[in-house]
């Protein structure tokens, strides 16, 4: 098992920017794939971006990319979301996913659907305002 914690969410204004941190503990870090998503109030949990073991590849959706940029430190079992030019529709609440490898022919994927995630991290609120 792994857990997550993430950190870094707060309250910002249009434009502005945040840096989110997950750091996990438990099983080895390199075992997972790691991915971002948000849930604005009352609406599904959406995929942000994705990143492999290594962070060779790295998957963002259309609504953040050119914005948004997903990283991982594995050394220090963290991953980040950097998040530039935030807009109103950026408000919701952030949670990091951790996608158990498993297979070696998976050691290059990155999951956008929530389902294949394995461990969720509890979230953290960003709330963008005019």
């Known amino acids: 098992q792994v857990q997550l914690a993430e950190s870094g969410g707060g309250s910002v204004q249009t434009g502005d920017s945040l840096r989110l941190s997950c750091t996990a503990s438990?099983?080895?870090?390199?075992?997972?794939?790691m991915g971002w998503f948000r849930q604005p109030l009352g609406k599904e949990r959406e995929f942000v971006a994705g990143?492999?073991?290594?962070?060779?590849?790295?998957l963002y959706s259309d609504s953040v990319k050119g914005r948004f940029t997903i990283s991982r430190d594995n050394a220090k079992n963290t991953v980040y979301l950097q998040m530039n030019s935030l807009k109103l529709e950026d408000t919701a609440v952030y949670y990091c996913?951790?996608?158990?490898?498993?297979?070696?022919?998976?050691?290059?994927?990155?999951?956008?659907?929530?389902?294949?995630?394995?461990?969720w991290g509890q979230g953290t609120q960003v709330t963008v305002s005019l």
């Open positions: 996913a951790a996608d158990d490898i498993r297979f070696p022919f998976r050691r290059n994927v990155v999951p956008r659907t929530r389902d294949v995630y394995d461990y």
């Open positions: 438990g099983r080895t870090f390199t075992d997972y794939a």
């Open positions: 990143i492999s073991w290594s962070g060779s590849n790295i």
